[in-house]
């Protein structure tokens, strides 16, 4: 679950606030909010309530940064969790809703099948639901709500920004690092396998033991990417599974996070693949499975050249999954973007360099 949306009245705090003259937090309600935050899930709010009066308690309870995109109105709370998703470019399936009132969940439930409700009763209990407890706690899970909220930052930058796009971007002072994993990174790229829909190449889940056998075998490259701005790190946002044979690179798993989007950094990273094979005199091999959310990854590959045409390079290759298609590129040097600072790690030597954590 990526997202768990609260409504407020006698659920987050006991008492309706246009009614009492005083509404506290539910006993334990803290300490499920807190926790939820610690372990990477964003929260928000959908709540019928006087908006600015709702912030202004939530801001006295010392409690309104924990919520990203709040929705307090009087519409039907399940356009407030549509728009909560959208915004965080969530699918339903990963946004969960609290409160206390059936009929309210029974809305929320009929207009979006896919997100699942939960009463106040179950609040205490929220942080022991499997949906709720990661696999993994990494350094961006503790700081993803905040990467988010710097993330709304920049997007309201872009809003008021007069000029093209290439400008607002230069003037983020973009910067891509692609690394080989290490042993520490390895929980935050298991993450990404899973948390990444869109985005991602094929959807395969990629354990962590799994991984750690991939690093630590020459012909395997696990890569992971990262990005930062003037506001901030965006932390790891990208993922990269290579296998490599003498002839030709097959490139197993290519993820990159919603929030890069707007950046161009997965077409950044696969014109850097190609211009590394080019210079290694490989040819590329990328597997793509297609699921109802990624079409736009063959997008990317297909608008970087790769086809579906045969060739024999394919021969010591794995026969690809069922479901699967395997995508061809023989490499011509690419140009890269000029608004992007990439610091990336040579591919042709992987013997040279320090796997270590």
């Known amino acids: 679950m990526k997202c768990l949306v609260w409504d407020l009245d006698n659920t987050l705090w006991d008492g309706t606030l ?10 334990g309600v803290l300490e499920t909010i807190t926790t939820l935050d610690q372990r990477g899930i964003l929260q928000s709010i959908s709540s019928k309530n006087d908006a600015d009066l709702a912030m202004a308690r939530l801001i006295e309870l010392g409690i309104a940064d924990y919520f990203v995109l709040p929705k307090i109105g009087w ?15 969530f699918a339903p399936e990963a946004v969960a809703f609290v409160d206390d009132r059936p009929q309210e969940r029974a809305e929320v439930e009929f207009n979006l099948p896919g997100v ?19 696999t993994t706690i990494t350094t961006d899970s503790r700081r993803r709500r905040q990467m988010y909220q710097a993330g709304f930052q920049r997007d309201a930058e872009r809003a008021a920004f007069r000029g093209p796009d290439q400008d ?5 002072e973009v910067r891509l690092t692609i690394g080989r994993a290490t042993e520490a990174e390895l929980g935050r790229v298991e993450e990404l396998t899973v948390r990444t829909t869109q985005m991602n190449t094929t959807g395969v889940f990629y354990a962590e033991e799994t991984l750690l056998a991939m690093v630590a075998d020459p012909a395997h490259e696990v890569l992971t990417v990262t990005v930062s701005d003037r506001f901030g790190p965006y932390g790891a946002v990208g993922v990269v599974v290579l296998d ?12 990159t996070s919603c929030r890069v989007v707007s950046l161009g950094v997965g077409g950044q990273i696969l014109s850097w693949l190609v ?15 297609p699921t109802e959310r990624n079409r736009i990854m063959e997008v990317t590959y297909r608008f970087a050249g790769f086809t579906d045409d045969s060739c024999e390079c394919v021969t010591p290759v794995p026969a690809p999954d069922t479901g699967s298609n395997r995508l061809h590129l023989v490499p011509a040097p690419q140009t890269l973007s000029e608004v992007i600072t990439l610091t990336a790690v040579d591919l042709r030597t992987p013997e040279s360099l320090d796997r270590a954590s």
């Open 244 to 255: 490599r044979h003498p002839e030709v690179w097959h490139i197993k798993l290519l993820a």
């Open 168 to 172: 607002f971007l230069r003037s983020l």
């Open 18 to 27: 246009l009614e009492d003259d005083q509404v506290d937090l539910v006993d």
């Open 275 to 289: 211009n590394e094979a080019e210079r290694a005199g490989v040819h590329l091999l990328a597997d793509f499975r």
């Open 75 to 89: 519409g039907p709370k399940s356009e407030s969790v549509r728009e909560i998703a959208e915004e965080l470019r």
């Open 116 to 134: 699942r409700c939960y009463s106040d009763a179950q609040v205490p209990s929220l942080v022991t639901l499997p949906e709720f407890t990661p």
